[in-house]
């Protein structure tokens, strides 16, 4: 039996009522967790943009050193961590060798002294920064482990499918945060990395403040108390998972990424969680009964990998919560509507409505961009997500946000609307009547 690493709490929040022949059941499960005593090994890899780009406007690379000094200041000592510089294609800073320094006062040194000898030249293919992440980060046993991302550009050097690939390759290997210094790169390219290697991507539009956000991404890698944790859903006979999404802190589709642990189960990839709170959305298709029965729709566990058996299914079972469906002529049960799937389903429309509506936008369609965005004004108004609420509030004037009419600004900066693109999936929580995390109980062993 291996040590237990921190504590996690499950929810389950639903309307389980369901009408004659009804088969859709709709759950918000809450994953609470709470860190262990000791923080577990932990590794990370920089990977820092210093394609020709990165020397305009001046000041730029000498912005991105000093944030990366300051992720490596940020380390605890015993952490392994390596300085990867890229361009067309990737160079190992330090250590060197093909391997991964263990950070102590030396190593550190070290470290900011070889950042003092970078020099911007080049082009960008971020698909071999990645790569060359995923061959140091192989060499290490540290259940953490997480690259930071910075890029100024395009990924113009190489194929999409080429960068596809990599990520594909890299997924499950680690996670990653991928920050845009300026407003010459791509949203959707930076956030496809984030999704795809469950991290973080947003926007720094100046570089002066790089070191600032690498401290506060390098302090959240820090906490992290558990690696490779997988949401496993468990079905009975004859059900159909029909979706899978973090709903909360931000939007992530997960149900393509799904991994068969037959009979009946499927994972779902969640990365590493340190102290936090996390909400999925889930669907199942369960098939028709009759008044009066009832069913378990689905079990809904929190497995980590055996480190005995590394290539094995989850092993270990930190927490679980039951969605049950209940058959019943109950007009007033069946048409209750769960408050939580109910904010959820309206953060992921606004999101959508965010995404539509600069779409239309940039294609000149005004009218169109006007009803989509104005209707996510109206979506955040009443979710109470106020974030986003002053992030649309740069690209339209908001006449009656509760109404959600608004007219679309004239001139809009650049940053601004790469900023709301980017930060779109970003939710709010829905209000909960206790806090999970008093409860969180200590793991149980299972399997």
């Not at 912005?63 to 990867?84: C, H, K, P, S």
């Not at 558990?226 to 496993?232: A, C, E, F, K, S």
Request: proline fraction near 6%.
């Amino acid at each position: 039996m291996r040590d237990r690493p921190g504590r996690f709490a499950v929810e389950v929040f639903q309307n389980e009522y369901l009408p004659a022949a009804g088969r859709e059941v709709n759950a918000v499960v809450t994953v609470t967790a709470a860190a262990g005593p000791a923080p577990p090994p932990a590794a990370v890899v920089l990977l820092l943009d210093t394609s020709g780009s990165m020397q305009y406007p001046p000041g730029k690379l000498w912005q991105a050193a000093r944030a990366a000094a300051a992720a490596i200041d940020t380390l605890r000592d015993g952490v392994e961590f390596a300085v990867v510089t890229g361009t067309h294609e990737a160079t190992e800073l330090f250590p060197g060798g093909g391997r991964l320094a263990v950070a102590d006062p030396a190593a550190r040194a070290a470290a900011k002294e070889a950042l003092r000898r970078l020099h911007a030249s080049g082009g960008t293919a971020i698909g071999t920064w990645l790569t060359l992440a995923e061959r140091l980060l192989r060499t290490t046993a540290a259940t953490v482990r997480h690259a930071v991302l910075l890029t100024d550009g395009r990924n113009e050097h190489e194929s999409p499918e080429a960068l596809r690939a990599a990520l594909d390759a890299c997924a499950g290997r680690f996670t990653c945060d991928a920050r845009g210094v300026g407003t010459d790169w791509e949203v959707a390219e930076l956030t496809g990395i984030a999704r795809a290697l469950l991290g973080t991507a947003d926007i720094v539009a100046g570089p002066e403040g790089l070191a600032d956000d690498f401290t506060a991404l390098m302090a959240t890698v820090m906490g992290k108390a558990v690696g490779d944790v997988w949401l496993r859903v468990w079905t009975p006979r004859d059900a159909v998972v029909r979706f899978v999404k973090q709903v909360a802190p931000s939007v992530v589709d997960l149900t393509e990424r799904r991994a068969e642990v037959p009979p009946r189960a499927g994972d779902y990839p969640t990365g590493a969680w340190g102290d936090e709170s996390r909400d999925y959305h889930l669907c199942v298709e369960v098939p028709a009964a009759g008044i009066g029965e009832e069913m378990l729709a689905a079990r809904v566990m929190l497995v980590v990998p055996d480190p005995a058996a590394p290539d094995g299914p989850p092993a270990v079972t930190l927490g679980q919560g039951l969605v049950r469906a209940v058959w019943t002529d109950d007009v007033t049960a069946v048409t209750a509507i769960s408050p939580q799937v109910a904010h959820y389903t309206g953060q992921e429309e606004l999101a959508g409505a965010i995404d539509e509506g600069l779409r239309l936008r940039r294609a000149g369609d005004g009218a169109g961009a006007t009803a989509r965005l104005g209707r996510a004004v109206r979506l955040a108004h009443a979710s109470g997500n106020v974030a986003t609420a002053k992030l649309l509030a740069t690209v339209v004037d908001v006449q009656d946000a509760a109404t959600g009419t608004v007219r679309l600004k004239t001139a809009v900066s650049q940053a601004d609307e790469m900023t709301l693109a980017t930060r779109s999936t970003r939710t709010v929580r829905v209000k909960q009547s206790h806090d999970a995390r008093e409860e969180a109980e200590p793991s149980s062993e299972a399997e």
